[in-house]
C-alpha cells in the first residue's frame, strides 16, 4: 500500500467506528504558549482532556502533520543518519474523550492492523508492551485478544522515579496521565535488536508502530494519583513507520513518500541518487521547511523562526556537501507539493511563498557562511595555543550557522584542534534552554475550571441580566468577594466579549442589590467566561442576581477597528499578493495593529493604495453579515483562518462588501462598513524577519489624527511665513538656501585651515631626527582635519603629524605620517594609542589614520602621545 492509501485506510476505519475525522490543526499549537511546536496528535484536543473544552463528539481521528526540531522532543541532530527520525512526521490518532476505553481501544488498534479489510499484518510479528502494573491491559491482550504471553512485555519504571516509564504517559509534572501499551513490529532475525525491555532493545529489529495512551489519572502537585471521572485515550501511530512496514523495507527512506523526494533532491543538487545521509537530511528537512512555512513560521533569530532557520541551513549546508552550486532547496518543493498536495492543500496554495521564504534564506545563508569566516579569521589571530575554545566554535555554529565540521577543516589545515568539550557544555546548555522553554510551564490543578459554558449575548447586548455561578479569588474558588477585593466571576450569561482573535476583551460593570464590581477585562477559560475585576462597593455572592453593563463606547470603538482589520487584510493581498497572511493583531478600541507576512517594506503609494481600497469598501456602506456553520462550509465559502485562533465544529463566518472580505470570525463587529467611517493608515514597519506590521486609526480616531495633521502643516507655514498652499515652495527654497549657506562653510573652513597650515607648520618639534607636530583644533570635523593633514604633511616634506579637537561634544582625530617615515612609524598604531586614551576607537593606513572619543577632557593627553610615539620607536 502507498502512504496515501495507508492515510485514507486508517481515518476510514475509525469513521466506520463512530469516529469524526478531524482535520491536522496547525504546526503552531493554537493558544498554547507553552508548547514550541505540534509534536503529537493529542496536541489540539488538549483542552478537551483537560475538561476545558466540549465538543460535539466524543470520538475523533486524525492524521496530524508534527515537527519535533526543537525543545525536548529534539530528533534534528539524528536525522539522516538513523531509519527513522524525522524533523517532520504524521501521527495518524483515534481519541475518545470520556467514551471508551482499554477494551475498545486495543481490539480497535489489533483489527486495523491484522483485520483482512485492512492492513492484514501477520500476528506473530507483532509484540505487545504494558505498563508494569496494568493487569487490566494485559488481561484484555492475552485473555480477550489472545496475544501470547511470550510475546507481551511489563514496562516498568525504568527512568529512575515512580511513574517514569517508557509505557507511562504524563501531559506536565501534574494533571492527566496513565498507562500506556504499545505494539512493535518484528522486522526478522536478519536485522540486529532484541524485543522492548532487553538489552538489545535499541536494535532495529523490532520497531515501535503503535501507542496506545490510557489517561485514567489525575497527578496533583504532592505526586498523589487521582482517578479520573472520564478516562479517555489517546492513540498514535507514525504513517512513515507503518508504511514502511506495508512496503516490506527496512527504513523510512525507502517508502515512495520518501523515494520521490530523494530524487527530486539529488536533481536539485545535482548529485547521484544515493545513500548517502546528507541527501536524507534534504529530503527530509523539505517537509518540514515547507510546513512549518505554510502555517505561519518564517526565519529568524528567536522562538520557532530560528529553529526553522537552522533547519534550513542544515539542510544547505548538508546540499553543500554534495557539491551544490548556489540556491537548491527551494527547487524541492514543487515534488513535496506533487507528494502531498493533496492531503494538505496549504502546500499548493502557498507553494511560491514558500519557495520563496526558502531562496532568501538560501541566499542569506551563502553570506553568512562568508561572514562566519572573516569572524574565525580575526579570532583566530589573537588565538593563543593551538586550541581554538569551545564558546568560540558554538558562537559561529548557533549564531551564525556555521558548520562546526568546517571549523574543524579550517583547525586542521592550520595545526589547531577544537574544544570539543567545551562545544559540548554550550551545546547541552542550549538544549536545557530549549527544553525548559517548551515544557508545559505550568500547574493544571491550578487552572480556573467550571463546570457548564456561560451564553454569550453581547453579538446583539451590552446590557443584560445573570446569576453568579462562580467566584475565584487568587486562582482558588470562593464563596463570596468582599468589597476592594480583586478576583474574577463567572456568570451563565454574559454581553461581555472575552479576549480572542486579537480583540480585547470588554470592561464594564456588574451591578446587584448593594453590590457593584467593576469589570477591568474579559477572557475565557473552556466555554466559561472569566470577568476579572474589583469590588468597588458592597459585597458579592455565589448564586447573586446581578445586571451586566458593557462599557458601550469603549466596545463600538474596538468593534470599528476589528471590522476594519478584515477590510485591511482583505486589500493587503489584493495589493500585494495572496501570500499575504495575518501573523498577530491586536484591535482595542484607539487603534488597530495588524502583522502579516511580506518581504519588504510596503512602497507609499502602495500604502495610499490600501487606503484607498478600504475607504471605498467603507464608502459602500454595505452590511457586515454574519453565519453559523460548520468548518467544512464555511472553508468552501472561501473563508480565511485568523492567525493564532482556534475554531471548533461551528464558526461564524463574517463577510463584508458582497465577499470583498469572508473570514472566520467569532468577534465584535461594526453593522455595515459605513460605520467604520473612516480608514487611516499612521505607520507601517518590520517587526521580524519577513513580517511587517501596519497600525491605522478609522473613525473619530481617525479624524483627530487628520486633524492634528492639518494643525502641523498650518503650524509650519507659519514659521516659514506662508500657507498652506504654498508650503512646498517655501520648504525648498529653504533647503536650497541651507545648502548654498553650508557650501560657503565648507569654503570658509578650508580657507582657515590652509592659514592655520602655514601657522602650524612651524609649530612642529623635532624628536630623534623627526618632526612631529601635535594641535588641538576645536570646531573642525574629521573631513576637515584630514584636508589640513594633507597639507601639512606637503609642507613639512617629512613629518609625523596627530591634530584633534572637540566637535558636538565628541573628540575627533587624524594621524598622517609621510611616505619616507612609514616602514617605521604607522599612523594606524599613532590613532588607537590616541583614541584608547579619549575612550574611543579608530585607526586607518600607515599614512593616514582617524578615529575619535567620548572623553573631551583627554584630549590634551592623546595628543601628547605623537612624541612619545616617535621616541619610543626603535
Same mark, same amino acid.
Given at each position: 500500500?502507498?502512504?496515501?492509501?495507508?492515510?485514507?485506510?486508517?481515518?476510514?476505519?475509525?469513521?466506520?467506528?463512530?469516529?469524526?475525522?478531524?482535520?491536522?490543526?496547525?504546526?503552531?499549537?493554537?493558544?498554547?504558549?507553552?508548547?514550541?511546536?505540534?509534536?503529537?496528535?493529542?496536541?489540539?484536543?488538549?483542552?478537551? $482532556?483537560?475538561?476545558?473544552?466540549?465538543?460535539?463528539?466524543?470520538?475523533?481521528?486524525?492524521?496530524?502533520?508534527?515537527?519535533?526540531?526543537?525543545?525536548? +522532543?529534539?530528533?534534528?541532530?539524528?536525522?539522516? #543518519?538513523?531509519?527513522?527520525? +524525522?524533523?517532520?512526521?504524521?501521527?495518524?490518532?483515534?481519541?475518545?474523550?470520556?467514551?471508551?476505553?482499554?477494551?475498545?481501544?486495543?481490539?480497535?488498534?489489533?483489527?486495523?492492523?491484522?483485520?483482512?479489510?485492512?492492513?492484514?499484518?501477520?500476528?506473530?510479528?507483532?509484540?505487545?508492551?504494558?505498563?508494569?502494573?496494568?493487569?487490566?491491559? #494485559?488481561?484484555?491482550?492475552?485473555?480477550?485478544?489472545?496475544?501470547?504471553?511470550?510475546?507481551?512485555?511489563?514496562?516498568?519504571?525504568?527512568?529512575?522515579?515512580?511513574?517514569?516509564?517508557?509505557?507511562?504517559?504524563?501531559?506536565?509534572?501534574?494533571?492527566?496521565?496513565?498507562?500506556?501499551?504499545?505494539?512493535?513490529?518484528?522486522?526478522?532475525?536478519?536485522?540486529?535488536?532484541?524485543?522492548?525491555?532487553?538489552?538489545?532493545?535499541?536494535?532495529?529489529? #523490532?520497531?515501535?508502530?503503535?501507542?496506545?495512551?490510557?489517561?485514567? @489519572?489525575?497527578?496533583?502537585?504532592?505526586?498523589?494519583?487521582?482517578?479520573?471521572?472520564?478516562?479517555?485515550?489517546?492513540?498514535?501511530?507514525?504513517?512513515?513507520?507503518?508504511?514502511?512496514?506495508?512496503? +516490506?523495507?527496512?527504513?523510512?527512506?525507502?517508502?515512495?513518500?520518501?523515494?520521490?523526494?530523494?530524487? &527530486?533532491?539529488?536533481?536539485?543538487?545535482?548529485?547521484?541518487?544515493?545513500?548517502?545521509?546528507?541527501?536524507?537530511?534534504?529530503?527530509? !528537512?523539505?517537509?518540514?521547511?515547507?510546513?512549518?512555512?505554510?502555517?505561519?513560521?518564517?526565519?529568524?533569530?528567536?522562538?520557532?523562526? #530560528?529553529?526553522?532557520?537552522?533547519?534550513?541551513?542544515? &539542510?544547505?549546508? !548538508?546540499?553543500?556537501?554534495?557539491?551544490?552550486?548556489?540556491?537548491?532547496? !527551494?527547487?524541492?518543493?514543487?515534488?513535496?507539493?506533487?507528494?502531498?498536495?493533496?492531503?494538505?492543500?496549504?502546500?499548493?496554495?502557498?507553494?511560491?511563498?514558500?519557495?520563496?521564504?526558502?531562496?532568501?534564506?538560501?541566499?542569506?545563508?551563502?553570506?553568512?557562511?562568508?561572514?562566519?569566516?572573516?569572524?574565525?579569521?580575526?579570532?583566530?589571530?589573537?588565538?593563543?595555543?593551538?586550541?581554538?575554545?569551545?564558546?568560540?566554535?558554538?558562537?559561529?555554529?548557533?549564531?551564525?550557522? @556555521?558548520?562546526?565540521?568546517?571549523?574543524?577543516?579550517?583547525?586542521?589545515?592550520?595545526?589547531?584542534?577544537?574544544?570539543?568539550?567545551?562545544?559540548?557544555?554550550?551545546?547541552?546548555?542550549?538544549?536545557?534552554?530549549?527544553?525548559?522553554?517548551?515544557?508545559?510551564?505550568?500547574?493544571?490543578?491550578?487552572?480556573?475550571?467550571?463546570?457548564?459554558?456561560?451564553? $454569550?449575548?453581547?453579538?446583539?447586548?451590552?446590557?443584560?441580566?445573570?446569576?453568579?455561578?462562580?467566584?475565584?479569588?487568587?486562582?482558588?474558588?470562593?464563596?463570596?468577594?468582599?468589597?476592594?477585593?480583586?478576583?474574577?466571576?463567572?456568570?451563565?450569561?454574559?454581553? $461581555?466579549?472575552?479576549?480572542?482573535?486579537?480583540?480585547?476583551?470588554?470592561?464594564?460593570?456588574?451591578?446587584?442589590?448593594?453590590?457593584? @464590581?467593576?469589570?477591568?477585562?474579559?477572557?475565557?477559560?473552556?466555554?466559561?467566561?472569566?470577568?476579572?475585576?474589583?469590588?468597588?462597593?458592597?459585597?458579592?455572592?455565589?448564586?447573586?442576581?446581578?445586571?451586566?453593563?458593557?462599557?458601550?463606547?469603549?466596545?463600538?470603538?474596538?468593534?470599528?477597528?476589528?471590522?476594519?482589520?478584515?477590510?485591511?487584510?482583505?486589500?493587503?493581498?489584493?495589493?500585494?499578493?495572496?501570500?499575504?497572511?495575518?501573523?498577530?493583531?491586536?484591535?482595542?478600541?484607539?487603534?488597530?495593529? @495588524?502583522?502579516?507576512?511580506?518581504?519588504?517594506?510596503?512602497?507609499?503609494?502602495?500604502?495610499?493604495?490600501?487606503?484607498?481600497?478600504?475607504?471605498?469598501?467603507?464608502?459602500?456602506?454595505?452590511?457586515?453579515?454574519?453565519?453559523?456553520?460548520?468548518?467544512?462550509?464555511?472553508?468552501?465559502?472561501? /473563508?480565511?483562518?485568523?492567525?493564532?485562533?482556534?475554531?471548533?465544529?461551528?464558526?461564524?463566518?463574517?463577510?463584508?462588501?458582497?465577499?470583498?472580505?469572508?473570514?472566520?470570525?467569532?468577534?465584535? !463587529?461594526?453593522?455595515?462598513?459605513?460605520?467604520?467611517?473612516?480608514?487611516?493608515?499612521?505607520?507601517?514597519?518590520?517587526?521580524? &524577519?519577513?513580517?511587517?506590521?501596519?497600525?491605522?486609526?478609522?473613525?473619530?480616531?481617525?479624524?483627530?489624527?487628520?486633524?492634528?495633521?492639518?494643525?502641523?502643516?498650518?503650524?509650519?507655514?507659519?514659521?516659514?511665513?506662508?500657507?498652506?498652499?504654498?508650503?512646498?515652495?517655501?520648504?525648498?527654497?529653504?533647503?536650497?538656501?541651507?545648502?548654498?549657506?553650508?557650501?560657503?562653510?565648507?569654503?570658509?573652513?578650508?580657507?582657515?585651515?590652509?592659514?592655520?597650515?602655514?601657522?602650524?607648520?612651524?609649530?612642529?618639534?623635532?624628536?630623534?631626527?623627526?618632526?612631529?607636530?601635535?594641535?588641538?583644533?576645536?570646531?573642525?570635523?574629521?573631513?576637515?582635519?584630514?584636508?589640513?593633514?594633507?597639507?601639512?604633511?606637503?609642507?613639512?616634506?617629512?613629518?609625523?603629524?596627530?591634530?584633534?579637537?572637540?566637535?558636538?561634544?565628541?573628540?575627533?582625530?587624524?594621524?598622517?605620517?609621510?611616505?619616507?617615515?612609514?616602514?617605521?612609524?604607522?599612523?594606524?598604531?599613532?590613532?588607537?594609542?590616541?583614541?584608547?586614551?579619549?575612550?574611543?576607537?579608530?585607526?586607518?593606513?600607515?599614512?593616514?589614520?582617524?578615529?575619535?572619543?567620548?572623553?573631551?577632557?583627554?584630549?590634551?593627553?592623546?595628543?601628547?602621545?605623537?612624541?612619545?610615539?616617535?621616541?619610543? /620607536?626603535?
Amino acid at each position: 500500500m502507498k502512504s496515501a492509501e495507508i492515510r485514507e485506510a486508517f481515518l476510514r476505519f475509525f469513521e466506520e467506528k463512530g469516529h469524526t475525522r478531524v482535520a491536522s490543526s496547525s504546526l503552531i499549537p493554537g493558544n498554547d504558549p507553552t508548547l514550541l511546536f505540534t509534536n503529537a496528535g493529542m496536541n489540539q484536543f488538549k483542552d478537551c $482532556f483537560l475538561g476545558l473544552e466540549k465538543r460535539t463528539y466524543t470520538r475523533a481521528t486524525t492524521s496530524q502533520k508534527c515537527v519535533r526540531a526543537g525543545g525536548k +522532543h529534539n530528533d534534528l541532530e539524528n536525522v539522516g #543518519y538513523t531509519a527513522r527520525h +524525522h524533523t517532520f512526521f504524521e501521527m495518524l490518532g483515534n481519541f475518545s474523550f470520556g467514551d471508551y476505553f482499554k477494551r475498545d481501544a486495543i481490539n480497535f488498534a489489533w483489527e486495523f492492523l491484522t483485520g483482512d479489510n485492512w492492513l492484514k499484518l501477520p500476528k506473530d510479528k507483532l509484540w505487545v508492551t504494558v505498563y508494569a502494573s496494568d493487569d487490566e491491559a #494485559y488481561d484484555i491482550w492475552t485473555k480477550e485478544v489472545g496475544v501470547p504471553a511470550e510475546r507481551m512485555v511489563r514496562i516498568g519504571d525504568n527512568k529512575g522515579a515512580p511513574y517514569a516509564s517508557d509505557n507511562f504517559w504524563a501531559m506536565g509534572d501534574t494533571g492527566p496521565c496513565g498507562p500506556c501499551t504499545e505494539i512493535f513490529f518484528d522486522h526478522g532475525e536478519g536485522i540486529w535488536g532484541g524485543p522492548p525491555g532487553s538489552p538489545e532493545e535499541d536494535g532495529d529489529r #523490532y520497531i515501535e508502530i503503535w501507542n496506545n495512551v490510557f489517561m485514567q @489519572f489525575n497527578r496533583t502537585a504532592d505526586g498523589v494519583m487521582h482517578a479520573l471521572p472520564a478516562p479517555s485515550v489517546d492513540t498514535g501511530m507514525g504513517l512513515e513507520r507503518i508504511s514502511a512496514v506495508m512496503q +516490506h523495507v527496512h527504513s523510512n527512506y525507502e517508502i515512495d513518500l520518501f523515494q520521490n523526494l530523494l530524487k &527530486a533532491s539529488a536533481e536539485a543538487i545535482g548529485c547521484v541518487n544515493d545513500d548517502a545521509p546528507s541527501l536524507k537530511v534534504v529530503a527530509d !528537512h523539505i517537509r518540514s521547511c515547507s510546513f512549518l512555512i505554510a502555517d505561519g513560521v518564517l526565519p529568524s533569530n528567536e522562538g520557532r523562526g #530560528y529553529v526553522l532557520r537552522r533547519i534550513i541551513r542544515r &539542510a544547505c549546508r !548538508h546540499g553543500n556537501k554534495l557539491g551544490a552550486k548556489g540556491a537548491f532547496f !527551494h527547487r524541492i518543493v514543487a515534488a513535496l507539493v506533487a507528494e502531498m498536495g493533496q492531503a494538505f492543500a496549504e502546500l499548493a496554495q502557498q507553494q511560491a511563498h514558500i519557495e520563496r521564504v526558502l531562496k532568501t534564506e538560501e541566499e542569506q545563508f551563502a553570506k553568512t557562511l562568508e561572514q562566519g569566516l572573516k569572524i574565525l579569521e580575526q579570532d583566530l589571530a589573537g588565538l593563543q595555543g593551538s586550541i581554538i575554545p569551545g564558546d568560540l566554535v558554538f558562537k559561529l555554529y548557533d549564531t551564525y550557522g @556555521f558548520p562546526v565540521d568546517l571549523t574543524n577543516d579550517i583547525a586542521r589545515e592550520r595545526n589547531l584542534t577544537l574544544d570539543e568539550a567545551g562545544f559540548e557544555r554550550e551545546m547541552q546548555a542550549q538544549r536545557e534552554r530549549a527544553r525548559s522553554a517548551s515544557a508545559f510551564g505550568m500547574d493544571y490543578n491550578s487552572l480556573v475550571k467550571v463546570d457548564g459554558d456561560t451564553q $454569550f449575548i453581547g453579538y446583539t447586548a451590552t446590557t443584560g441580566t445573570a446569576h453568579v455561578v462562580a467566584l475565584f479569588k487568587d486562582g482558588q474558588a470562593v464563596d463570596a468577594l468582599g468589597e476592594g477585593e480583586e478576583g474574577v466571576v463567572v456568570l451563565d450569561r454574559t454581553p $461581555f466579549y472575552a479576549e480572542s482573535g486579537g480583540q480585547i476583551g470588554d470592561s464594564g460593570y456588574l451591578e446587584g442589590t448593594g453590590v457593584r @464590581f467593576e469589570v477591568s477585562d474579559t477572557n475565557k477559560a473552556g466555554g466559561a467566561y472569566l470577568h476579572h475585576g474589583v469590588v468597588a462597593s458592597g459585597r458579592l455572592s455565589k448564586g447573586q442576581p446581578v445586571t451586566t453593563e458593557v462599557a458601550a463606547g469603549v466596545r463600538g470603538a474596538t468593534a470599528l477597528n476589528h471590522s476594519a482589520t478584515h477590510l485591511l487584510h482583505a486589500a493587503l493581498r489584493q495589493v500585494l499578493g495572496d501570500h499575504v497572511q495575518q501573523k498577530g493583531s491586536l484591535v482595542d478600541s484607539q487603534r488597530l495593529r @495588524f502583522d502579516f507576512s511580506h518581504f519588504e517594506a510596503i512602497k507609499p503609494e502602495q500604502l495610499r493604495a490600501l487606503e484607498d481600497i478600504v475607504n471605498a469598501e467603507i464608502r459602500k456602506n454595505s452590511e457586515v453579515e454574519t453565519e453559523e456553520t460548520d468548518i467544512d462550509s464555511a472553508k468552501q465559502k472561501g /473563508a480565511m483562518a485568523l492567525f493564532g485562533e482556534k475554531y471548533g465544529d461551528q464558526v461564524r463566518v463574517l463577510s463584508m462588501g458582497g465577499g470583498f472580505s469572508v473570514e472566520l470570525c467569532g468577534g465584535i !463587529h461594526a453593522s455595515r462598513t459605513g460605520d467604520i467611517g473612516l480608514f487611516k493608515i499612521v505607520s507601517e514597519s518590520g517587526v521580524a &524577519a519577513g513580517v511587517r506590521r501596519i497600525e491605522a486609526v478609522t473613525g473619530a480616531a481617525a479624524l483627530a489624527y487628520l486633524n492634528a495633521a492639518e494643525d502641523q502643516v498650518k503650524e509650519a507655514a507659519s514659521l516659514l511665513k506662508g500657507s498652506r498652499d504654498n508650503l512646498l515652495d517655501k520648504v525648498s527654497a529653504v533647503l536650497e538656501r541651507n545648502r548654498q549657506l553650508e557650501k560657503e562653510l565648507e569654503q570658509l573652513k578650508a580657507k582657515a585651515a590652509s592659514a592655520a597650515g602655514d601657522d602650524l607648520a612651524g609649530s612642529a618639534v623635532e624628536v630623534k631626527g623627526v618632526k612631529v607636530l601635535a594641535k588641538r583644533l576645536d570646531g573642525l570635523d574629521g573631513k576637515a582635519l584630514l584636508a589640513l593633514v594633507d597639507q601639512l604633511k606637503n609642507k613639512l616634506g617629512s613629518a609625523v603629524i596627530l591634530l584633534g579637537g572637540a566637535l558636538d561634544g565628541k573628540v575627533v582625530l587624524v594621524a598622517g605620517v609621510t611616505p619616507d617615515l612609514t616602514g617605521k612609524h604607522k599612523a594606524g598604531d599613532l590613532m588607537k594609542q590616541a583614541t584608547a586614551a579619549v575612550g574611543g576607537k579608530g585607526g586607518g593606513r600607515p599614512d593616514m589614520a582617524q578615529g575619535g572619543g567620548t572623553e573631551i577632557d583627554k584630549l590634551d593627553e592623546a595628543l601628547g602621545l605623537a612624541r612619545a610615539f616617535v621616541e619610543s /620607536a626603535p
